[in-house]
């Protein structure tokens, strides 16, 4: 039986500030997050716009025509051609995603009557379904903004909760939209001071507990890690594959290769290798040096029915029955998720050997 629009939330009061919302997902919700998640996203469109409406024009501009005479009308025509061309491959673009790619891949991750819970802590804020659970801890907010009756928190890291309104109490919806309304520069409060060392302890709910404070090095090794992850290689291999099918197709199409639909496969090789490239070794490594700078806290939990971890402000927790694999490399635990989203990496420093024994028994070897 799939939710309706208009199920209502339960609210549920847990003591000490806590507010925890109980809902169901449905088709409207998932749409409204995947607007929310792209129109939120302003670069992403100026970036598009640029693309497709003012490169055109380049050429037009370029070609050393005198704007007089016979040639005035002819240079018009092809300014115009150029920029109805960018507009309408900016709405189809625009379409594309908002309309049918985004809203497809949110109903894969949160599929209709899914159960669905935010939870609101004077510290802190999250939302999970299924398998996981992400909060954003509020001294980390840059701001928070309402897409689409859609909760946008952005957070230091280019962390992002989206959380929409139906699960949020209209007073607390009001205090973040007011506190977080002006996007701020968060200016980490941690002490560099403070000497890195790992706390343990095993409470008798049977969880094993970890935490530790960030070191100079730990940024760089968690870039390191995703820079040469099974993830990334599998990214950059696609970069190559897919112009390359391209091109085969071009010459089944054209019985030969032409110097057009090589450029065409060249040009969508180095972009594609470009955008990774710039994700892998420069955007990657910004967040992490965002996200747990020296003296940053830095915690991990391993229990019976979940693992979580923490790095600065940003908390992760997947449930076992959610683990599809977990392997060691490159001084960091990867936690791989069977559903769709991000799975989990984990500084090692953070991991002890008894636990990494059992992870690895159950999940994969190291």
């Not at 594309?96 to 599929?111: D, E, F, Y």
Request: net charge positive; hydrophobic share 50%; aromatic share 8%.
């Amino acid at each position: 039986m799939h939710a309706q629009r208009g199920q209502p939330t339960r609210f549920e009061e847990l003591g000490g500030g806590v507010t925890r919302a109980h809902g169901v997902a449905h088709r409207h919700m998932t749409h409204q997050l995947a607007r929310a998640e792209y129109l939120s996203k302003r670069w992403l469109w100026v970036v598009l716009a640029l693309v497709t409406v003012v490169v055109p024009v380049v050429p037009v501009l370029s070609a050393r025509i005198p704007f007089s005479g016979e040639n005035l009308p002819y240079l018009l025509y092809g300014l115009a051609f150029a920029v109805a061309m960018g507009v309408g491959v900016f709405t189809v673009f625009g379409f594309g995603v908002l309309v049918l790619a985004a809203p497809r891949s949110w109903a894969l991750k949160l599929p209709a009557g899914t159960a669905v819970w935010a939870e609101f802590r004077p510290e802190a804020i999250g939302i999970g379904w299924l398998e996981r659970f992400d909060a954003l801890y509020l001294d980390q907010v840059l701001q928070v903004r309402r897409v689409d009756s859609v909760l946008v928190v952005q957070g230091v890291g280019d962390i992002e909760l989206l959380i929409p309104d139906e699960l949020v109490p209209p007073d607390i919806a009001a205090t973040l939209l007011s506190t977080f309304k002006e996007r701020r520069r968060v200016i980490p409060s941690y002490s560099e001071a403070a000497r890195p060392g790992l706390r343990q302890r095993t409470g008798p709910d049977g969880v094993t507990r970890t935490r530790d404070i960030a070191d100079a090095g730990l940024a760089d090794e968690l870039g390191a890690a995703v820079k040469r992850s099974v993830v990334t290689r599998l990214a950059l291999a696609l970069a190559i594959l897919i112009p390359l099918v391209v091109l085969g197709y071009s010459y089944v199409e054209d019985g030969q290769l032409t110097a057009s639909s090589v450029l065409r496969a060249a040009v969508l090789m180095v972009a594609a290798v470009g955008a990774l490239t710039y994700v892998v070794y420069f955007a990657t490594p910004a967040k992490f040096r965002q996200l747990v700078p020296p003296g940053a806290p830095i915690a991990a939990e391993f229990g019976p029915q979940q693992i979580g971890v923490r790095l600065g402000g940003h908390l992760q927790i997947l449930k076992l029955d959610g683990i599809e694999r977990v392997w060691h490399a490159d001084h960091v635990f990867h936690v791989s998720a069977r559903s769709l989203g991000a799975g989990l990496v984990i500084p090692d420093r953070l991991v002890p050997a008894d636990v990494a024994s059992g992870l690895f028994a159950q999940f994969g070897a190291a």
